[in-house]
């Protein structure tokens, strides 16, 4: 499974990509609206620090709108991909951009059929949102194991990417289901790498080393 940062904040990105567990990034406008600079600026950056996809949203509400937002977006570097929002306009776009060879992710997924539709209108990645679901009381997960199999079904090549991940949970049960991908922000890829038995587990090994270190 891969990783993604959710984030558009840099330094971020560098860390994560210095570790070598930076396959891409996703940005949307929030995460976007909380860093200083110009998106396209911002986007730019990131894609220089990590080769992976990076998608960037686009914010009209019609196809044609989007269209044109998504063909400037993929103008900004090789490796962004459009995102674009799950609506009927947005399938639309979602055609005519991979008709033109450009990747789409198609955000706010909340239910496995419209994660078909976006896989049927050549949408590269599907992005549903588990976090949002569990903040209504809805399993996420569920989601993602239903998408799993329906793509599965159809021998569908479009990409699962888990979003609105909140814990390591999220991360565990995307890989145990067969995501393709996770996206997370980069305070739930730090803990990832925790456990508090390798914490004692190292200082005990420190403490024990001491004893003996001048024999
Ligand atoms: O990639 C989408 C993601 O950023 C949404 O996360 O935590 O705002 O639901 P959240």
């Known amino acids: 499974m891969k990783f993604f940062l959710d984030t558009a904040n840099v330094p ?7 570790l070598g567990l930076c396959d891409g990034v996703t940005t949307n406008p929030s995460l976007l609206a909380r860093e200083d600079g110009d998106p396209r600026e911002i986007v730019r950056e990131i894609a220089k620090i990590c080769d992976g996809p990076i ?9 044609e709108e989007m269209v044109r937002e998504g063909l400037e977006w993929a103008k900004v570097a ?7 929002p799950m609506t009927t306009e947005g399938l639309k776009a979602i055609r005519t951009l991979s008709e033109q060879g450009i990747a789409t992710n198609t955000t706010l997924i909340f239910q496995p059929v419209q994660a078909l539709m976006a896989a049927k209108s050549g949408a590269s990645m599907v992005s549903p949102f588990v976090g949002r679901l569990d903040d209504i009381q809805a399993p996420g997960m569920e989601l993602i194991e239903t998408i799993r199999q329906i793509f599965e079904n159809y021998d569908i090549a479009t990409e699962i990417l ?11 049960d995307a890989a145990r289901i067969g995501a393709d991908i996770a996206t997370m922000p980069f305070s739930v890829l730090e803990t990832l790498a925790r456990h508090p038995l390798t914490d004692i587990g190292i200082e005990r090994f420190l403490a024990d080393w001491e004893k003996v270190k001048n024999r």
Do not use: Q
């Open 12 to 18: 971020e990105i560098r860390e994560a990509a210095a």
């Open 55 to 63: 998608s960037a949203e686009v914010v009209g509400m019609t196809a």
């Open 78 to 84: 090789d490796n962004v991909v459009v995102k674009i």
């Open 162 to 172: 888990v979003a609105s991940i909140r814990s390591p949970m999220h991360v565990l």
